[in-house]
Every structure is written in C-alpha cells, then in structure tokens.
C-alpha cells in the first residue's frame, strides 16, 4: 500500500520527484566517486608524489560537492512539498469521507478513534513515505551501483559480500509479526486514551461537581502505564530491527576486511585498490543498513494503512446523487408506506404513511423509541429510508441536489452546538452573505439581539468550550437564529428546548410559538405541555402513526396521547424549578400506591425530595444496593445493563413521568441495570428509610410491591428488558 501511495504521487508530481531523483543521483555520485578518489589519490598521486594529479582530485572532488550542495537543498524542498502535499490529501480525504457519515459512523468510531487517524496515523505513513523517496531512494540505487563497481573490482569478494548481505534482512523477518501486533495494540490503546481526554475535557463540570476527579485520573492513569508498558516493548523491538543488521554488518565487514588482506598480501588487489574496495563496501554496507532501518517506519505505516483504510472503506449511509434542484415547497412534506431500521431486523418505522402540511406548527410525539426522532432525521435525510419515499410535494428527495433540500429548512437541535468563533460568526455561518440588518432581524426574531447587545463586545463576543461562557437559554436562542437567518421555509425543532430549565424552556417556546405565524415548524418533542399549543399533533407509536389532531381532540380519545398526558402531568415546579412537588392523584395512577386513601397519598408525597443530575450521571449503578425509588419530573435517562461477558447492552430509555427502583422501597438488593441519563433531569426520590415505616401503616402498598418484584422476577427470568429495583 506505502508503495503505490508513493507511485501515485510520483505520477501526480512527476516534477517533484525528478528533483527528489536527481538529488539522489547526485548524491549517489558524490559518494561513490569520493570512495574510489582513494585509489587513485594513493596509487596516481601520493605515491608517484604527482601534485597535477593531486590538484585534479581534489578540485573535482570540490566542485562535485558543491553541485551535491546545491542538488540536495532542491531535493529537500522538492520532498518537503511532496510529504506536506500528502499529508494535506490524505487529512482532506479523510475529513470529507467523515462529513459524508451518519451517526453509524460515528458510534463505529469514536473521537478518540478518529482524532488517532489525523495525528498518529496520517503522519506516520507520510514519515514512511518521505524516507522511502529521501534515503530509501538514496541507498536503493547505491547498494546497486555499489555492487556493480565493487563486482568490477574484484568479483570474489563481492559474491561473499552478497551472500551475507542476506543476513541484515534476517532480523525483519524475525521481527515481523512481533512488531506489526505490538503497533496495533498501541494504537488501540492510544484511541481509548484520545477519547478519554475527550469526554474528561467536555464533561469536566460533571467530573468536578461529584468529585470525580480520582476516578478519572485512575482511569486515565492505568490506560497510559499500559501504553507505557506496550511502548516499551514496542519500541525495544523496533530498536533490535535497527541494532541486528547492524550487528550483521560489522560482521560481514571483518570477513570483507580479511578477505581482502589475503587478496592483497597475495598481490590481487593494489593497496590502493583494497582502500578503495574497503571505502565502497562500507558505503554499500551503510546504504544496505538504510534500507533496514526503514523496515520499523514501513511496519508501523502499514499497521496505518490499515487503521486509515478500515475508516475510509466505511459506506455512507446516504449517497447524494440528485442532480435536479428541489423546487420551493408549498403544500407538504410526506412520508409514503417508509420503513427504517438502524440495525437489520429491529424495525424503528414500519410502512408509515404520513402527511405534514408545509403550514402551521405541527408536533411528532410519542414514547422514546417509538421513531419520532427517526423521522426528523428521515425527512433532512441525514438517513434514507430502507423503503418508501420521503418527499416534498410531489419530489423525491432522493433525486434532489441536497444542497437544494438544505436552503429551504432551519432545524435547531437539543445539544445545538456553537464553534469557538464570535456570536456574529456563529449566527451567520448559517447565511454567510448576510448583511448587518439580516442578522439583527434573525437575532430579534430569536428573542436575543437585546441579550447581544448587552454583552460587552455585543456581537462580537467570542464564544468558548461550545458556548461553555453562555447560559443554556442564550445558546438555544442563538442557535435558534442561526436556523432562522436562512429564512427557512420549514423550521425543524429536535427536542429544542428540553435541555433547558424550567423559566427557559418556558421563554423560549413562547418565542418558537410566536414564529409558528410567519412559518412551518415541525417540532419532535416528548414534553407534551408544549405540544399542546401546536396547530396539530402526530402521534408515533412502534413505528406507526397512532393518532392525529389537536390537542383537545386526542384528550378526547382517551389512547395513547391521554396515557402519555397523564403520565406527565400531577408535578408542580417551583419558579425556576429547584424543587417539585408530586400530587397526591399523580401518585394513584402507580399500581402500588392503588387504592389508598387521599390522606396516605398526601403524606407520601411529602417524602419525596428533588434531585437533579447533569447529562451523563449514573443514577443507580449496576450491581449496587439500591434504597431509592425515582420518579422522572424532566428530562431523559437510559436503562443500562453489562452482561456475563462485558458487553453493554442498552435496556430502555425512560422519560418525562417514568419511573423507576420501586423495589428499592422493599428489599436491599442489588441492582441489575445501571440509569445513566441522557440529558440533565429532575427526579423526585422516596427513600427506603422514609418509607418504611408507612408499609405497617398501609399493608396493600406492601402487598402491591411484593407482586411488583414477583412480575420483574418472571420477567428477567423470560429476559425481558426491564428495569430491576
């Protein structure tokens, strides 16, 4: 593979390496003709004391230097731009392949993994590349002309200095294996460790605010003794390739040197004649030791290769090949009999047939992992689906230039991210030709030119970490106009405000409900409180549209809109949402806590206290004893259990109104999943001490409970994915 890297760049710089190649030879010259100027210098000058002859030998020697001089700095420029022209091509090749991914890709590797290509493995083939066409070159066509001239001289010798050349190579194919296996195992660590330094950097509030800061370093320490251990021997290796061929030249040298005296003594060769051979071969022997001590860089770009082409032969998931601009939509965007699956056989969407009009403000709900996000993705095709059509009016979107599809949507999403640039940069990256005027108008129809203004740098503010120096509501409203400074004719909403805290989310839907008049707003969202204020509501259930209208008209249903609104409701947040308050009727609609009168209700309710946890905690852990139930108030968690062999397998994902550990109120037991939340969260928590001396109080709650944990135990008998106490 280095070596057809290395062709095609030839071919694609044939200037280039015509200056690399002529440096070579000149170098090549200046050597070889150094090394046989001493058979003549002591046999045509320094013996028949000739200084013409003297002179001569010298000023060519001189002006041959000069000329190597001047060769080898045009060489070096010429390889210097040649290895840079790599390194550009293959960091571009590999930034556009990834822009081109699904978020498939980006579970398959991981920052981490990714970042290790660009610094570690990228270069390493440009190292290789550059010493192949810099001293590998070089001594290549040395150890030919060197053997050629030294065949000439004397035949013998030379046929024994070929024979053992055979042995500098002897070491590599020792070696070999050793080395190629050592140099995976490093990158594999040096990925973990690159994405452990990754998620410590962006989730350094979290490590600090539970005192994480042990455990991490822990974690961090023992990957790194690991690529220290690794590293050594990697490198020991690496050095024994380097130190036995030379070992094998030093040998061969002894023999080449007493061979030669024999010669000599025996009037075979010229004294000259042998300093001369003797200059030669050490310089053949040296070439012969630069071609070895490029096997290690040839080993690791190959182990390289490998990393890098194991990315790059990943297939896009969506292959832009429309060549027809979309034209503007106007009546609405369908989805027609589509199926979808991000894994083959675990069918997310199933022929759903669906019509959103292009008017209005329209919200997709439904239970996590009913395909609600799915279809968001689906219709700004970051996915195609497996069948069906995704079209806008009559157009398949398939057939469209997707640039043309992008103009004519703004989507905002729950983890919108800010670069590290100026607030005008960020909002305009979205319209980079907009003036002055359009940018305060996006920024006013977002709700925070005002805020801007009130910076000290106003617009040109410098946003850092992601917008690390913003509150949460700055960060979605900005992000909210830069979707909006496109003028987009639909505005996609991806749990927008979810994130955000309670006042937040509040403001920031009013402004998101106040654009709904000028523009189409397709909103996925779990938060019904704001659903409800849509013009129309879509609700997904396994994959399919389960319900369709207002608000009110689904309340009136009674289906699977009225259960999640049910579920969601009975929680009164304080101003700013520091503490919660569960109603007692809330409370009922929990099997356990049936049937007991309001009085019981009311006084368990006050033993709940607020918890909240940022994005990324483990609530519960698995194989801990747990003392707690939870009652999700806000936010998103994921249910998490590590099997027998080590593999994590994700469970659930549990939302707004669920709950979870209700056997924890019962038993001191471990628990067989781990919670880790998806997003920052407010939990209601009743503890086992708190509780317990209700159950003398109340024997049904006890009874109910008891049956509780049998239904769970049959369940995870059955291996069902629930969620133990």
């Not at 290509?117 to 390493?124: S, V």
């Amino acid at each position: 593979m280095l070596f057809k890297t290395i062709s095609a760049y030839i071919r694609s710089s044939p200037i280039l390496f015509a200056l690399i190649l002529v440096g070579a030879l000149f170098e090549l010259v200046f050597h070889y003709l150094s090394a046989l100027s001493y058979k003549y210098l002591i046999d045509k000058a320094l013996i028949p004391q000739d200084r013409e002859v003297l002179a001569v030998i010298v000023i060519t020697l001189i002006s041959l230097g000069l000329m190597n001089l001047i060769a080898g700095i045009t060489s070096d420029y010429a390889k210097a731009k040649l290895g840079s022209k790599l390194l550009f091509d293959y960091q571009m090749k590999l930034f556009k392949h990834a822009q081109m991914q699904s978020h498939r890709f980006y579970e398959r590797f991981r920052i981490g993994d990714l970042l290790a290509r660009y610094t570690e493995d990228i270069p390493n083939i440009q190292t290789a590349a550059l010493l192949t066409l810099s001293s590998g070159l070089v001594s290549g066509l040395s150890v030919v002309a060197g053997l050629v001239i030294l065949f000439v001289m004397e035949w013998k010798l030379t046929l024994l200095a070929i024979g053992g050349s055979a042995l500098l190579f002897l070491p590599y194919r020792l070696l070999k294996s050793g080395s190629l296996k050592l140099n995976e195992t490093y990158y594999k660590h040096l990925e973990h460790f690159t994405g452990a330094i990754d998620e410590n950097i962006k989730g350094y509030r979290v490590i600090r605010g539970f005192d994480l800061r042990a455990t991490m370093l822990s974690r961090i320490e023992g990957t790194l003794r690991s690529m220290l251990s690794i590293g050594v021997r990697r490198s020991f290796v690496n050095a024994n390739l380097n130190r036995l061929p030379m070992l094998a030249i030093s040998v061969l040298s002894a023999v080449i040197l007493a061979y030669g005296s024999y010669l000599t003594f025996g009037g075979s060769l010229s004294i000259g004649s042998f300093i001369a051979y003797n200059s030669i071969f050490i310089t053949v022997g040296q070439s012969l030791f630069g071609i070895s001590a490029l096997l290690p860089y040839i080993l690791s770009a190959r182990t390289s290769f490998g990393r890098l082409q194991e990315v790059l032969d990943w297939q896009p998931d969506v292959v832009e090949y429309g060549i027809r601009e979309l034209p503007p939509v106007r009546r609405e965007i369908a989805l027609s009999k589509v199926s979808f699956a991000y894994v083959p056989g675990e069918q997310v969407l199933q022929d759903l047939d669906l019509v959103i009009p292009a008017t209005g403000f329209t919200s997709i709900v439904g239970a996590s992992g009913s395909g609600k996000s799915t279809v968001l993705q689906l219709l700004l095709r970051f996915e195609d689906p497996d069948s069906g059509l995704v079209r806008y009016d009559d157009e398949d979107i398939r057939d469209s230039v997707y640039a043309s599809l992008l103009k004519q949507v703004g989507v905002v999403f729950q983890d919108s991210v800010l670069f590290h640039a100026s607030i005008r940069e960020n909002i305009c990256i979205g319209r980079p030709d907009a003036d002055e005027r359009v940018l305060e108008e996006a920024a006013r129809a977002a709700g925070i030119h005002e805020t801007i203004q009130s910076f000290y740098d106003g617009y040109d503010t410098i946003i850092h970490n992601q917008g690390g120096n913003l509150s949460g509501g700055q960060r979605q409203r900005i992000a909210l106009a830069r979707a909006l400074i496109r003028m987009p004719r639909i505005l996609f909403l991806d749990e927008a405000t979810s994130a955000l805290d309670p006042e937040t989310e509040r403001s920031v839907n009013e402004t998101i409900l106040s654009l709904a008049a000028s523009r189409t707003i397709v909103s996925v969202t779990h938060r019904l409180t704001y659903a409800a204020m849509s013009d129309r509501i879509v609700v997904l259930d396994q994959g399919k549209v389960a319900e369709l209208g207002t608000h009110e008209e689904l309340i009136t249903l009674n289906g699977v809109y009225r259960r999640m609104w049910d579920k969601q409701q009975g929680f009164v947040l304080s101003k700013g949402g520091g503490s919660v308050h569960v109603e007692s009727n809330r409370l009922s609609q929990f099997s356990f806590f049936q049937g007991l009168e309001v009085a019981a209700l009311q006084e368990i309710s006050r033993l709940f206290v607020t918890e909240k946890f940022g994005t990324g905690t483990h609530v519960v852990e698995q194989g801990k004893e747990g003392d707690k139930f939870y009652i999700i108030v806000r936010g998103k968690v994921e249910v998490v259990r590590v099997t027998e062999t080590g593999e994590r397998k994700k469970l659930a994902v549990l939302e707004d109104g669920e709950h979870f550990g209700e056997i924890a109120l019962l038993h001191n037991i471990p628990r067989t999943a781990s919670i880790v939340t998806q997003s920052p969260c407010i939990c209601l928590a009743l503890s086992r001490d708190d509780f317990n001396p209700l159950l003398d109080q109340y024997p049904s709650v006890r009874e109910a409970l008891e049956a509780s944990l049998q239904t769970r135990n049959q369940r995870r008998d059955t291996r069902d994915p629930v969620v133990a106490g």
